[in-house]
């Protein structure tokens, strides 16, 4: 519309439901083999999309794809790799790309935490959670943006957590990196705004996965994170598709550069 012409006065008329089908895309999900990147992958399948999954142990991620095709009906590639190393990142691209075709939407999902005072974390402890959190999803944008934005078409998906704006002691590597995430998320939309690719984060607040086993298995700190949450619950794990659809979709066309927040309340607090 041209400013001068004044306010748009016609309703578009497609449904807004047809507006989040992923009918004839390809997602690539890193961390896609439990967890939350399983759930993710597996929305973006239901709603159309073929995806291809990303994680270290080759049987994991294979199992998981198997699980997401015969379910959905949607192709599911497993790739097997680590996507802290910039020579595993281009070859999975090459190879997403070859085995199903051009990556529309790409979900930084796979992540590592490791806990400890500041004291008590060795470098390597740091450096760790910092490739995997933060250097990852620079790394695989890096591979297949370029392609969206010659499409002029495509959405990144990073997860940030509620540790991206708040603090909890025993988390310098995570709650650093969690942070990160957020501003490269924001640079991310400024570059490639004009393109049609919008990137955004996805901030969870505490799920039931493997991650969290130290918490789930300790009932004091169970408590204490339950006491923090205003919805009196964890999450369950669809309770992050619909978020992770809406912005892998058409549906959030508008939105480049948020994080949308996941965590019972935690936040608003
Ligand atoms: N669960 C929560 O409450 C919560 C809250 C806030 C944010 N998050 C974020 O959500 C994302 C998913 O968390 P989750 O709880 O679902 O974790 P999870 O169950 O522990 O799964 C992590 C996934 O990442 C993969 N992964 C880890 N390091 C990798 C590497 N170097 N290369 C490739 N894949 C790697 C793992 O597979 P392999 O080990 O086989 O590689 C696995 O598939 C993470 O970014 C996490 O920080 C989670």
């Known amino acids: 519309m041209d400013g001068s012409k004044g306010i748009e006065r016609s309703v578009n008329s497609m449904n807004v439901l047809d507006r989040f089908k992923l009918d004839g895309r390809r997602a690539l999900i890193t961390g896609g083999s439990k967890g939350l990147g399983e759930t993710i992958a597996t929305a ?3 709603a159309g999309a073929d995806v291809v999954l990303v994680a270290r142990n080759a049987d994991q991620v294979e199992s998981a794809a198997k699980k997401i095709a015969s379910s959905t009906g949607r192709k599911a590639l497993a790739l097997a790799g680590d996507v802290t190393l910039a020579a595993d990142v281009e070859r999975i691209a090459a190879s997403a790309a070859e085995r199903l075709g051009p990556i529309d939407i790409l979900v930084n999902n ?3 935490n ?3 005072s500041i004291t008590e974390l060795k470098e390597e402890d740091f450096d760790a959670v910092l490739a995997v959190n933060l250097k990852a ?5 890096r591979a297949l943006a370029p392609g969206m934005c010659e499409r002029r078409w495509g959405r990144v998906i990073n997860l940030g957590s509620i540790l991206s704006v708040i603090a909890i002691a025993g988390r310098a590597p995570y709650a650093s990196a969690k942070a990160g995430v957020l501003n490269l998320t924001k640079v991310m939309a400024l570059e490639w705004a004009a393109q049609g690719v919008t990137a955004n984060a996805i901030c969870p607040g505490p799920f ?5 086993l130290p918490l789930l298995n300790d009932p004091a700190k169970y408590q204490a994170f339950l006491a923090k949450i205003p919805m009196g619950r964890w999450g369950e794990l669809h309770e992050l598709a619909g978020a992770a659809l809406f912005l892998a979709s058409d549906a959030s066309s508008f939105v480049t550069g948020s994080a949308l927040f996941v965590d019972g309340g ?3 607090q």
């Open 208 to 212: 039931a996965t493997e991650m969290n």
């Open 114 to 116: 490791i806990r400890g």
């Open 266 to 268: 935690w936040t608003a």
């Open 137 to 141: 999803p620079w790394l695989m944008a």
């Open 44 to 46: 973006l399948a239901q």
């Open 110 to 112: 796979a992540g590592i």
